[in-house]
């Protein structure tokens, strides 16, 4: 069975195998930030709390969509190693700085220039595995990737839960700032030099954006991305203070976000295998029916999946069992998509094509951060989280309207080039 999991006759390049173990370091240390700033942010109240989370997170998706594309074109014209390393580095500085004051404000401008670390990462890092990997075998290349990174999640999510019941917010961002430096460092001492992709006179060479974006299967994917980060941002950014004013312990919000974790993330590379083989739309769309269907049991079988006693939380076997299922799904969109991407675009502009998909990654995290801080400010205390769930719901059945007929073009498109073909041989 774990024989899909390797190309066969194709090996992995070092340089992406040094970038998956720097991946797993630099996620696991934003993994951890989503419940140490959800401990650290000061609040007097639970509704306080929540508000305060949203003013600190819509920065940072603002910073990471206006720089993401100017990094991977960057990328494009002079390496990807030392962009990455940059990122990786202002983020681990800017995890230090936390440390300084709890201030709403202070804390929103530092996750701002958080996000332009983060966007200098992204793009980069998927060009440098477009670069490296044979085209047979990128579906896969992509799933490590997203292993790398939700498994870092995953790790980082349970440290920072257990951070802070042991040490606290404060030392957990210490902590979290070394991981970061040791990402770095792996970069810098063990990938050595790449050779620049494009020369270009100007840096802020835009047309290459534009280009990407001329093409079908881009322009046709790019809003279900969209929607699919907005759904991301909603979920990392509100359910650990949610979770937190449920008096639920920060080691088990750990663990909880371990366990979805471990069922997002696991599949990946048999994912993008998946997508090598039967092609990246089915696969693709599997995932955002799964994502639909966790939104569903969440919205209206909720008491399926956890039950309250005597104030405390108590989970549901059966329900949670077909949200595993799901959860194991929802890891099919992404090394599909992002194959897709690669597949459809030229070499020369892959920094420029991951961009596009970084950009979608910060644009969705900020209509989700500034939509949820709204939705927060207009609903009230009593029903702000209900309010929450149902934007997410109708989000995902705007993605999966759009999946199907992103599926149903498709085929179309297969059917006309294949009848013309047929037309072709009679003749």
Known sequence: MFGIFRGRGIRTHWHLRVLYFSTFFLRMAFGALLLLIAKYVPCETDYEGLLNVAIIAVPYPLAEMLTANYFGILSDRTGRKPIIVFGTAMAASIVL??????????????????GIGAAATVAPAI?????????CDRGRQMGWFDYATFLGYIVGAVAGGFLIDIVGAKVGFLFMAGLLIISALMLQMLVKKEKVRVKSESLMAW???????KIREVKLMFPIWLIIATLLGLAITYLPRIMLSEDISG???????????????????????????VGRIPVMAYGVFCIMGIIIM?????????????????LNIIGLIPLG???????????AALALMADCSSDDCYGATMGLYSFAL?????????????????????????????????????AVALM????????AKKWIANRGSADDDRD
């Open 298 to 314: 969440a919205l209206f079988f909720s008491d399926s999946i956890y039950t309250r006693v005597d104030d405390e939380i108590r």
């Open 404 to 411: 199907l007929a992103f599926f149903v073009k498709d085929l």
């Open 207 to 213: 047309h290459n954006l534009r280009k990407v974006f």
């Open 251 to 277: 080691s088990m919000i750990g663990l909880m976000f371990g366990a979805a974790g471990v069922a997002l993330g696991l599949f990946q590379p048999f994912w993008g295998k998946v997508s090598d083989m």
């Open 127 to 135: 060009a440098m595995i477009a670069d490296h990997a044979e085209a």
């Open 362 to 398: 910060g644009f969705g995290a900020f209509i989700a951060e500034s939509s949820g801080l709204g939705i927060i400010v207009m609903s009230g205390e009593e029903t702000a989280v209900g309010w929450l769930l149902y934007f997410a719901a109708a989000l995902i059945f705007l």
């Open 97 to 114: 700085l936390y440390t300084l004051s709890n201030n709403v404000w202070y804390l929103a401008a530092m996750h701002g220039i958080h």
């Open 325 to 335: 299922i799901l959860g194991v799904g929802v890891g099919a969109f992404v090394p």
